[in-house]
């Protein structure tokens, strides 16, 4: 995976698995596209997708794509977030089951529908995810550390 510039991290207590991709792209700049702005703008016109096409949601989807492949591979985890740094551009993070519910999937119908030879497995669909709330509390943890955390809690 460190070839394609992403690395895992999972958690050995919990088996929360957060993903960080790396880019060497602005995030936020747009490609051009044949049909719109949207990700899949080779295929589809920006009334059919909404997901906006630029370099940090290309990155995200590729690496969800490369994550649904391996996924058979591991065992005993669950998805947490998943990052996409730049140097260029101030980064992003995302809940994985989020990208998968509202833009992976419907990428892979999409790409199924105008594309009938590709097989797609879909791994991501039955996977485990970590609970919403513990990562927004791993995620509060994170930016105010330990001493900030007891109190702002209590």
Request: proline fraction near 3%; charged fraction near 25%.
């Given at each position: 995976?460190v070839?394609k510039?992403?690395?895992?991290?999972?958690n050995k207590?919990?088996g929360q698995?957060?993903?960080i991709?790396i880019s060497?792209?602005?995030?936020?700049?747009?490609p051009?596209?044949?049909?719109?702005t949207?990700i899949l703008?080779g295929?589809?016109?920006?009334?059919?997708?909404i997901?906006?096409?630029?370099y940090?949601?290309?990155e995200t989807t590729r690496?969800?794509?490369?994550?649904?492949?391996?996924l058979?591979t591991?065992?005993d985890?669950k998805?947490g977030n998943?990052?996409?740094?730049s140097?260029?551009?101030?980064?992003?993070?995302?809940?994985?089951e989020?990208?998968y519910?509202d833009?992976?999937?419907?990428?892979f119908?999409v790409v199924?529908n105008?594309?009938k030879?590709?097989?797609?497995e879909?791994?991501?669909?039955?996977?485990?995810y970590?609970?919403?709330l513990?990562?927004l509390?791993?995620?509060l943890?994170?930016?105010?550390?330990d001493?900030r955390i007891s109190?702002?809690?209590e």
């Open positions: 995976m070839s510039n992403i690395l895992l991290f999972k207590n919990t698995l957060d993903v991709t060497s792209k602005d995030l936020y700049q747009i051009q596209y044949k049909y719109g949207n703008g295929y589809v016109t920006d009334r059919d997708f997901w906006k096409g630029d940090g949601n290309i690496t969800m794509v490369i994550l649904n492949e391996i058979p591991l065992k985890y998805l998943i990052k996409v740094i140097r260029l551009s101030v980064g992003r993070s995302y809940n994985i989020h990208i519910k833009y992976l999937n419907p990428i119908k199924r105008n594309n030879d590709i097989k797609i879909d791994n991501i669909k039955s996977a485990q970590s609970d919403p513990d990562l509390f791993k995620e943890h994170s930016i105010l550390g001493d109190h702002t809690i």
